[in-house]
Antibody
């Protein structure tokens, strides 16, 4: 069965960096686009980035453009999100999701807290 | 960016009720819309894709309709497990955008 497991979240100071990972299993990872979506505490969902199956294409929300970088390693069945220049407003649960038409399977999320 | 306006933001209903949630897009998005259900502390679950296609394993009491700028999610007969928050998502153009969510509560 499809499984997506995020890791790498934690507490980081404003201006700091963090790298999130998403380990995929149960499907042919290299066949699918993948996305990162986040949810601030008590708030709605915010799409933040996607990457095509062979990493040719990426896109970002304006709120993270220039600070976050999405990447993937198809040999390791893994998706990544490098987050730099973190701000308090980046505090959220970060979900990775498989894209088929639109996000179909989601991981359980990893919490990122940006605070001094 | 395409804005998604979801209504209502909250809704009180009873088991057995028919419930409708609406999403309006700020410009035409064909049928590039999905609906998601989220329960507290859990990841969202896809219910509907391509505006009206039912995700495998999702009960048939859920249905979606619409095209262009107006979309609806209907629950034909509300069940106890359906009390949750619902979101629409447009994936017609980047950045993809979610509606603000509809919290469905037990009356």
């Amino acid at each position: 069965q499809v499984q997506l497991v995020e890791s790498g979240g934690g507490l980081v100071r404003p201006g700091g960096s963090l790298r999130l990972s998403c380990a995929a299993s149960g499907f042919t990872f290299s066949d699918y686009y993948m996305s990162w979506i986040r949810q601030a505490p008590g708030k709605g969902l915010e799409w933040i980035s996607y990457i095509s199956s062979s990493s040719t294409y990426t896109a970002y929300a304006d709120s993270v453009k220039g600070r976050f970088t999405i990447s993937r390693d198809n040999a390791k069945n893994s998706l990544y999100l490098q987050m730099n220049s973190l701000r308090a407003e980046d505090t959220a649960i970060y979900y990775c999701a498989r894209e088929w038409v639109c996000p179909d399977y989601w991981g359980q999320g990893t919490l990122v807290t940006v605070s001094s | 960016d395409i804005q998604m306006t979801q209504s209502p933001s909250s809704l009180s209903a009873s088991v057995g009720d028919r419930v409708t949630i609406t999403c309006r897009a700020s410009q035409g998005i064909r049928n590039d819309l999905g609906w998601y259900q989220q329960k507290p502390g859990k990841a969202p679950k896809r219910l509907i894709y391509a505006a009206s296609s039912l995700q495998s394993g999702v009960p048939s009491r859920f249905s979606g309709s619409g095209s262009g700028t107006e979309f609806t999610l209907t629950i034909s007969s509300l069940q106890p497990e359906d009390f949750a928050t619902y979101y629409c998502l447009q994936h017609n153009s980047y950045p993809h955008t979610f509606g603000q969510g509809t919290k469905l509560e037990n009356k």
